[in-house]
């Protein structure tokens, strides 16, 4: 993080400090990061979400708390969801929950800020796909059905379920090119 980005992340955490309805710009500028880092942790969407919100929800009641140390926001963010992960974790355990069900975190550590970031442009650009689109890609690469399974989940036949994630590739290829080029030229310029 470069020395403008610190001085304005810290004006933005000051901000939101004095104003809470200032927190929404925090929000939107580390969403991505904190739904990727979970769900890199945690393999089941609602819970990944859940979560999300957790993480924000606590973050939004300790800022008063928080204390600038010219570490990233990110960096905190990611602590507090690392504890509610493992608090989850722990709860589940307890109540002798199916581990095929819940996964525990991954033990692989870390992902780096880059891979976390991509990750969570990946989520948020499946959600904007049309419905039918995101089924599709949700079904098949999230929970691994295969074309068939889907067909007769969905209704559809094996053809239609084949253009349909051919269209959402398509749509996320492009919209993902689209973004880097210009995150790419507003580097730049």
Known sequence: MTVKTDASERL????????????????????????????????????VEDLTAEVFHHALANLPKFEWRGAPFAAWLYRIASNAIADRWKRASREHLNPATDDPPDPRGENSPDEIEKRGRLFRLVAGLPRDQ?????????????????????????????????????ALRDTWESRSKKKASSKHG
């Open 12 to 47: 933005l955490i000051e901000a939101a400090q004095k104003d809470p309805r200032r927190f929404a710009d925090l929000y939107e500028a580390n969403f991505e990061r904190v739904y990727a880092f979970i769900a890199r942790r945690v393999h089941h969407r609602a819970d």
């Open 134 to 170: 995101r089924a599709v890609i949700e079904m098949r690469f999230a929970a691994g059905k295969s074309i068939a399974e889907i067909a007769r989940e969905l209704g559809r036949t094996v053809g239609a379920v084949k253009q349909l994630q051919f269209r959402a590739i398509r």
